[in-house]
């Protein structure tokens, strides 16, 4: 599959890349580009999915879709809290189809990746390339909304600190919380390397990563021009956000 210049922002191109590589394969959740084949194997094999544009930002145009027990399924999108169901699947991918307007989406299973109270949460990871070493700037969690499926701020989402996540909405010990910080730092600069050819001239990146019930760790995207005041701007502590604002001035 060559890569032009235009696929270089295709969450499906870099979902490509990452499973072509066994150092990152296997932190990726089954990700493929959205069709009805793909959706109706995937919806059969995976009890939870989540849609997204292939381009999207800002968690703007996503959708879950569940299987439910009795075999209906259910849909929400991330701008509603109410959920649509279905009874079958025509007349779901007849919604699907109006939602997505035939722009290109991928099809993702989705990680149970929340909180002990079921909120949904995430990890930003930030890496920036130091004298010429990729290193990890910073990581925030961000925790959705009760009831909303996504978890950025700009959709209700609150960036937390990680130790706030790990001690009072996981309960993870001290063994568990460095465990998990050290996965989550293999599994982000593995990210950005192999990330990071099919980006010449980029020196940060955001690695966006679930955490499911069994620790885990799961890559959903790598964002190639990640923001930090809608994350870890928004910390009560301001320490994460000024270290990455001076590692910007002098990575490369």
């Given amino acids: 599959?060559?890569?032009?210049?235009?696929?270089?922002?295709?969450?499906?191109?870099?979902?490509?890349?990452?499973?072509?590589?066994?150092?990152t394969n296997i932190y990726?959740?089954?990700?493929?580009?959205?069709?009805?084949?793909?959706?109706s194997n995937m919806i059969q094999k995976n009890k939870k999915?989540?849609?997204?544009?292939?381009?999207g930002r800002k968690s703007r145009g996503i959708i879950r879709v569940e299987r439910a027990d009795s075999n209906s399924y259910l849909l929400r999108t991330s701008n509603e809290v109410n959920q649509q169901e279905f009874n079958h699947l025509t007349?779901?991918?007849?919604?699907?189809?109006?939602?997505?307007s035939g722009r290109r989406y991928i099809v993702q299973q989705e990680i149970n990746s929340m909180t002990k109270d079921s909120r949904y949460f995430d990890?930003?990871?930030?890496?920036?390339?130091?004298?010429?070493?990729w290193i990890v700037g910073g990581i925030c969690a961000r925790v959705g909304a009760a009831g909303n499926i996504v978890t950025t701020s700009h959709i209700g989402g609150t960036p937390t600190p990680l130790e706030t996540?790990?001690?009072?909405?996981?309960?993870?010990?001290?063994?568990?919380?460095?465990?998990?910080?050290?996965?989550?730092?293999?599994?982000?600069?593995?990210?950005v390397k192999v990330?990071?050819?099919?980006?010449?001239?980029?020196?940060?990146?955001?690695?966006?990563v679930g955490l499911d019930q069994d620790k885990q760790v799961w890559i959903y995207e790598v964002n190639n021009e990640p923001l930090i005041r809608?994350?870890?701007n928004l910390l009560p502590d301001k320490t994460l956000y000024k270290r990455i604002k001076f590692l910007r001035e002098i990575a490369k």
């Fill in 123 to 133: 990890l930003r990871c930030h890496a920036l390339r130091v004298h010429g070493e």
């Fill in 28 to 39: 990726l959740p089954i990700t493929e580009i959205l069709s009805k084949r793909t959706f």
């Fill in 91 to 100: 007349p779901l991918w007849s919604e699907i189809r109006r939602l997505t």
């Fill in 195 to 208: 990330v990071s050819p099919i980006y010449p001239r980029n020196w940060e990146f955001a690695v966006d």
């Fill in 165 to 191: 996540l790990f001690t009072q909405l996981l309960d993870y010990n001290e063994e568990e919380q460095t465990q998990v910080i050290k996965r989550l730092h293999d599994c982000t600069l593995q990210a």
């Fill in 230 to 232: 809608g994350n870890f």
């Fill in 49 to 55: 999915l989540y849609i997204k544009p292939d381009q």
């Fill in 1 to 23: 599959m060559p890569i032009g210049r235009h696929q270089v922002k295709s969450k499906s191109t870099v979902a490509y890349v990452l499973q072509c590589h066994s150092e």
